[in-house]
């Protein structure tokens, strides 16, 4: 045998080892590269925006939730060549911090006290019929009752704007 007749024929090595395809790549597949791209890099796409041919590169451009992405793929190489990721400004998305669940839960409470106490106060009431409130005095639940409204309405308003 000689060594000749065990070589590899040229044609099969540039087209299976060499990795290079054998269709020209299109949008489709260059938008499913880059998102797999982001996805390894831990973004979350929202939707994929448009993939665009020039010359032999696809720029795609995908939607994140977050910010936009902006993607170079090589349609002979198949290859990611350039990027960008631009995320929105933190004062469009929010105009404050929100606080967290405690935090939350500690003001509900607060403003729920200040509420009731502002509502004995006007009916007169002693601060010692807070305690018929808490023992089940009909009456009293009632007035507790409308003084915790303005409390739910802003617990809505709150979950609403974020």
């Not at 260059?30 to 925006?49: E, H, Q, S, W, Y």
């Not at 350039?82 to 929105?88: A, M, P, V």
């Not at 808490?134 to 009293?140: E, K, Y």
């Amino acid at each position: 045998m000689s060594a000749e007749s065990t070589l590899i024929p040229e044609d099969v090595l540039s087209s299976d080892i060499a990795g290079e395809p054998e269709s020209p790549l299109n949008a489709e597949e260059a938008t499913m590269i880059v998102l797999d791209f982001l996805g390894r890099m831990g973004r979350k796409v929202a939707t994929p925006k448009s993939a665009t041919l020039n010359g032999e590169i696809f720029v795609v451009e995908v939607d994140l939730k977050r910010g936009t992405a902006r993607a170079h793929v090589n349609s002979t190489t198949r290859e990611i060549v350039e990027y960008s990721i631009t995320s929105q400004a933190e004062a469009e998305a929010r105009t404050f911090p929100v606080p967290s669940r405690k935090s939350l839960m500690i003001i509900v409470g607060l403003t729920t006290a200040v509420c009731m106490f502002i509502v004995f106060r006007s009916l007169n009431m002693p601060t010692e019929a807070l305690l018929g409130v808490l023992t089940g005095a009909s009456d009293l639940l009632i007035i507790g009752g409308f003084s915790a409204v303005p409390i739910v309405i802003f617990i809505i308003w709150w979950r609403r704007r974020g």
